[in-house]
C-alpha cells in the first residue's frame, strides 16, 4: 500500500507541465554547479540527462555561425559541422571509455562530455565581448588567456568525473581524447572572427 502511494507521487503523468519545466530546470542548473565547481561527486554521473548538453551545444554552434552577408562562403564553421563535431567527438570519446573497460555507461559519458563544454561556452561569450572592441595583438591575448583558463576548467572538470569510472593503468588513455576533443572545440572558439 505505502509503495502504491510512493509511485504515485513520485509519478510525473499528474504533474503539471510547468512543475515539469521547473523541475528539469533546476536539474540542469545543479549540473552547470557541479562543473562549474568540480569535486569528486557522482551525481552528475547518476542523474543523466541530455538537456543541458544540447542547450550548450546549440548556443556555442549559434555562436560559432558566422553569416555571410553577400552569401559567400567565409570558410568558417556552420551550425552543422560544430554540432557534428561536439556531439561525434563525445561519442568517440565515450566508446573509448567503454572499449578500455570503463564501468561508465554511454549516456553518463555524453552527459558529464556536454555538460564540461559550459566552461568553453562562457569562453565563447566573453571572446564574442572582445572582439567588439578594436582588434589587435592585446585584443588576441585576451582571448587566448580567456580560452586557455576555460579549457584547462573543461578538461579538469570532465576528468573529475570521468577518471574513477576507468581503470588505474588506463586513465591516461582515456583522458587524451577528452584532451583532444576540448582543444578542437578551444581551437574553434580561439580562432573565430566574425
Not at 15 to 36: P, W, Y
Not at 44 to 68: E, F, H, K
Not at 145 to 162: G, I, N, R
Amino acid at each position: 500500500m505505502k509503495s502504491r502511494i510512493r509511485e504515485r507521487d513520485s509519478s510525473t503523468l499528474n504533474e503539471s507541465v510547468q512543475n515539469t519545466i521547473m523541475r528539469d530546470l533546476k536539474a540542469v542548473g545543479k549540473k552547470f554547479m557541479h562543473v562549474l565547481y568540480p569535486r569528486k561527486s557522482n551525481t552528475l554521473l547518476r542523474d543523466w540527462d541530455l538537456w543541458g548538453p544540447l542547450i550548450l551545444c546549440v548556443t556555442l554552434a549559434l555562436m560559432l555561425q558566422r553569416s555571410s552577408l553577400d552569401g559567400e562562403e567565409d570558410g568558417g564553421p556552420q551550425f552543422a559541422e560544430v554540432f557534428v563535431i561536439v556531439w561525434f567527438g563525445a561519442v568517440i570519446i565515450t566508446l573509448n571509455s567503454k572499449l578500455l573497460g570503463g564501468n561508465i555507461s554511454f549516456f553518463q559519458s555524453l552527459c558529464v562530455l556536454g555538460y564540461c563544454i559550459l566552461p568553453l561556452t562562457v569562453a565563447m561569450v566573453i571572446c564574442r565581448l572582445v572582439l567588439l572592441t578594436e582588434p589587435g595583438p592585446v585584443n588576441f591575448m585576451i582571448r587566448l588567456f580567456v580560452v586557455t583558463l576555460m579549457f584547462a576548467w573543461s578538461v579538469v572538470a570532465s576528468t573529475a568525473f570521468l577518471a574513477d569510472s576507468q581503470p588505474p593503468n588506463r586513465k591516461a588513455l582515456a583522458v587524451y581524447p577528452v584532451f583532444l576533443f576540448y582543444f578542437v572545440i578551444s581551437w574553434m572558439i580561439l580562432t573565430f572572427i566574425p
